[in-house]
C-alpha cells in the first residue's frame, strides 16, 4: 500500500507485484478481476523478458476488466551497457497496445514516481469519465421521470387534492 498525491489528492494505491513469475500466474487471472491499472514491466537487458510481454498483455486482455489502465515499463535504464531490447522497441510495442511508455530504473529511482503518478492519473481519469457518464445518465433519468409526471396531470392539477399522477 502506498498514498501518493496526484493533483492535490491523496490516492492511496495497492500494488502487487508478481515479478513476471510464471507460477504466480494463476494467482495474477484472479487479481486482474479487480486491477484498475496494471504496469507491464520488461526487462532491458533481456530480450526474452521483452517477448513475454505480449503473452502477459493477452492476459491482461483476457482477464482484467474493459478499460483498466495499462502502462509499458522498460525497467533497468541503470544497466545501458547490457541493452538489448532498445528505447525504440519499447516505444512502438506500447503504441500498438494504446499504452504509454516509460524507461524507469529501481536501482537508482529513475522514473518510478513519474511512472506511478502517471498510472494513477489514468486510472482517475477513467473514474470521471465513468463517473461523469453516470451522472449524466442519472440526470437524464430524473429529466425523463419529471417530464411522465408532467404528462400525467390532468389541466388544472396543481392546485388540486385529489389528482392523480400515475
Given at each position: ?145 419529471e417530464l411522465e409526471e408532467e404528462e400525467c396531470k390532468p389541466e388544472g392539477a396543481e392546485n388540486s387534492p385529489k389528482a392523480c399522477w400515475c
Amino acid at each position: 500500500m502506498k498514498t501518493i498525491e496526484v493533483d492535490g489528492i491523496k490516492v492511496r494505491i495497492q500494488i502487487w507485484d508478481t515479478a513476471g513469475q510464471e507460477r504466480y500466474q494463476t494467482i495474477t487471472k484472479q487479481y486482474y478481476r479487480r486491477a484498475q491499472g496494471i504496469f507491464l514491466v520488461y526487462d532491458i537487458s533481456s530480450e526474452r523478458s521483452y517477448q513475454h510481454i505480449m503473452k502477459w498483455a493477452s492476459d491482461v486482455d483476457e482477464y482484467a476488466p474493459d478499460g483498466v489502465q495499462k502502462i509499458l515499463i522498460g525497467n533497468k535504464a541503470d544497466e545501458e551497457q547490457k541493452r538489448q531490447v532498445g528505447r525504440e522497441q519499447g516505444l512502438q510495442l506500447a503504441k500498438e497496445y494504446g499504452m504509454d511508455f516509460y524507461e524507469t530504473s529501481a536501482c537508482t529511482n529513475f522514473n518510478i514516481k513519474e511512472s506511478f503518478t502517471r498510472l494513477t492519473e489514468l486510472v482517475l481519469q477513467a473514474h470521471r469519465k465513468e463517473l461523469d457518464g453516470l451522472r449524466l445518465y442519472a440526470a437524464d433519468e430524473l429529466n425523463l421521470a419529471e417530464l411522465e409526471e408532467e404528462e400525467c396531470k390532468p389541466e388544472g392539477a396543481e392546485n388540486s387534492p385529489k389528482a392523480c399522477w400515475c
